[in-house]
């Protein structure tokens, strides 16, 4: 049986580089805020806004599920990805998510542009009604299409 990597320890912040990047796909916008470089990994803040995923009469509303990526930088180094925390909120008009994602390993000191693609995103619907012991219903929902693809300038350290 094989056993997953451990995430990394994140403790000793090197520096954080700003992507300041957005593009919207299907009516969803995913913004890549920053990317912050520890001696251990690294960690991508992103925003995923949309203005179609409530119906917020009925308390029904999408959330995020999964934010796959794939991240490789111009030196050929391939980075590993683990979800980590976030946060979501939605309206009447709007949806907004705060994911972070953790990147193994720290980022390559040589690099110059990192690409980062999302194929996809994948949400669940959120039920506030269904819910019996007071936390709302949650059932697999759908994938929103990209590809999302971003291609981020990593400039020298200082």
Do not use: K
């Given at each position: ?70 991240v490789w930088d ?85």
């Amino acid at each position: 049986m094989s056993r997953l990597p451990a995430r990394p320890r994140l403790r000793n912040l090197v520096r954080v580089v700003a992507i300041g990047q957005t593009q919207e796909h299907n009516g969803v916008r995913v913004s890549l805020l920053a990317l912050e470089v520890y001696d251990g990994g690294c960690v991508l803040s992103a925003r995923i806004t949309s203005d179609q995923f409530t119906d917020f009469q009925r308390g029904i509303f999408r959330d995020l599920d999964r934010f796959p990526l794939r991240v490789w930088d111009d030196r050929g180094q391939d980075y590993e990805s683990f979800e980590g925390g976030g946060s979501s909120s939605a309206g009447p008009d709007f949806y907004e998510a705060h994911p972070n994602t953790t990147l193994m390993p720290t980022l390559e000191p040589s690099a110059t542009a990192l690409s980062i693609e999302i194929a996809g995103i994948a949400f669940q619907f959120r039920d506030t009604n269904a819910s019996i012991t007071g936390a709302p219903h949650r059932t697999p929902g759908d994938t929103i299409r990209g590809p999302w693809l971003f291609h981020v300038p990593i400039p020298a350290s200082p």
